[in-house]
Nanobody, 126 residues
Framework: QVQLVESGGGLVQAGGSLRLSCRFS????????AGWFRQAPGQEREFVSAIGRNGNTAYADSVKGRFTVSRDNDKKTVYLQMSALRPEDTAVYYC????????????????????WGQGTQVTVSS
């Protein structure tokens, strides 16, 4: 049973940076792709970024050039480096995962994932 624990959220001023972490446990990390999603109050959960088993990445247009997703197989952790943050980036950020075959590209739909973390709040003040 995979367990995901997110950390790194907080309050930051517009233009600032944060790095989110998603620590895996209970599984062989390298078998899994991972994604980041976010949900603001009153809005649907939306795709932010994803990384496949082979390191291929995908980004929402709204974060391209500002966010970078990465993975450390030794530390069993996926990271989301967020820079040039904007007030509209304010949301609860969730890490998600699904075991995949090596050649599968990163999943970008929430329904493609079957395990989720508890979320971490990111608040960007103007």
């Amino acid at each position: 049973q995979v367990q995901l624990v997110e950390s790194g959220g907080g309050l930051v001023q517009a233009g600032g940076s944060l790095r989110l972490s998603c620590r895996f446990s209970g599984v062989t990390f390298s078998y899994y792709g991972a994604g980041w999603f976010r949900q603001a109050p009153g809005q649907e959960r939306e795709f932010v970024s994803a990384i496949g088993r082979n390191g291929n990445t995908a980004y929402a247009d709204s974060v391209k050039g500002r966010f970078t997703v990465s993975r450390d197989n030794d530390k069993k952790t996926v990271y989301l480096q967020m820079s040039a943050l904007r007030p509209e980036d304010t949301a609860v950020y969730y890490c998600a995962t699904k075991r995949t075959i090596l050649s599968v590209p990163p999943y970008v739909q929430p329904g493609q994932y079957d395990s989720w973390g508890q979320g971490t709040q990111v608040t960007v003040s103007s």
